[in-house]
C-alpha cells in the first residue's frame, strides 16, 4: 500500500474547507446545522479481519543504489530502536513503535537480518512496481521475514513523487509462498518539498520554514519518516485485509492517517510542537540507539481511536 503524498491530502482538506458557504447572520439557527453536518467525525481504522505481522519479524535489507556508511547507518540506527529494551531516553523509538501492540495479536519485534548492497544497479536507475517485488524475491523468504528495499537519490521508482514516498506490498513465489515487501527513496534530488518535508521547503500549501533535520541529511531524515510511515502500515495491513480507512486500493494506514502530524498543536503545513537541539538547532521528538535522534510521525492508537504523537 502507497504512503501517499501528504501535500495531496492537504489540498483536498483545503479545498474541502474553501467549499463551506458563507452563513449570514439574519439566519439564527442555520449555523448550528451547518455545523452539525461539517463536524470532524472520529477516525477509526477498521480490522477487516486479516492476517497481521507479529512476533519475531525479520527485515532483509536491500541498498538498491549509491549510499554512504553514514546514510546506511541512520537507517540501520532506527530500525534497530524500533525494538530496542536499552533505551533510557524519553521519548524514544521503541516507544513510539509499541503504539502497534494496541493491534490485534501483540507486540511485533523487528530484527536486522539480511544486508545486500546493490551499488550496480542491477535493474537500472528507473524501476517499475514489478521490479520491487522481483528485488524482494531474491532473498530466501519466510513467515516471519519482510523485505526493505532502499533506493538511493538517483533512482526513479514508478509514481514516486507523484504519488507515493514509499509503499508496502506483496506478492507470491511460484511456489505459492507470500513475500511481503516495505520500499521508500530518497527524495532529495527528485521532490524533497513533497517527500522529505518537514525538512525542505514544501511544495504545495503553506509556506512555513522547514526544519532541521536531526541527523543533517534532508533526503534519508525524510526515509526515516517515509520508512516508519510504511513500516507501520506493513505490520498493521500486511496483506490489504487489516487496518485500514477507506478503500483497500488506496487505504489509510496506522500512520498514513495521521499524515503531516509530528507533534501536539500541528496544523495543515505546520508540523506541531517538536523538540530542538540546542547545539544544531534540529528537530526531533525521539531518541534511538545511540542517542541517535529521530522525527517520527504521528501514529493513530486503536485505544483512543486518535493520532498519538510523542511529544
Known sequence: MALLNPYSLLLFLLLLASCVPNISKATSRAPNRMLALVQ???????????????????????????????????????????????????????????????????????????QTLD???????????NNLLALASKVNSGDHVVHLIMTSADVAVEDFCMNRCGTHGWGKRKNGERVAYAWVGNAVAQCPGQCAWPFHQPIYGPQTAPLVAPNGDVGVDGMV????TVLAGLVTNPFEDG?????????????SACAGIFGKG???????????????GASYNAVGVRGRKFLLPAMWDPLSSSCKTLV
Open 119 to 129: 551499488h550496480a544497479y542491477s535493474l537500472g536507475k528507473s524501476l517499475k512496481t
Open 266 to 280: 500541528a496544523y495543515p503545513g505546520y508540523a506541531g510542537n517538536v523538540l530542538v537541539e540546542k547545539a544544531s
Open 40 to 114: 470532524n467525525q472520529p477516525l477509526v481504522l477498521k480490522y477487516h479481519k486479516g492476517t497481521l505481522l507479529k512476533g519475531n519479524i525479520t527485515l532483509h535489507l536491500i541498498w538498491y543504489g549509491t549510499f554512504t556508511s553514514t546514510q546506511r547507518s541512520i537507517v540501520i540506527d532506527f530500525v534497530q530502536s524500533l525494538s530496542s529494551k536499552s533505551s533510557s531516553h524519553t521519548p524514544s523509538v521503541s516507544s513510539w513503535w509499541r503504539t502497534t501492540e494496541s493491534y490485534r495479536g501483540g507486540p511485533c519485534t523487528l530484527v536486522v537480518g539480511n
Open 225 to 228: 519518516i517515509n520508512l516508519a
Open 243 to 255: 487496518y485500514y480507512q477507506g478503500p483497500a486500493s488506496a487505504p489509510l494506514e496506522a500512520v
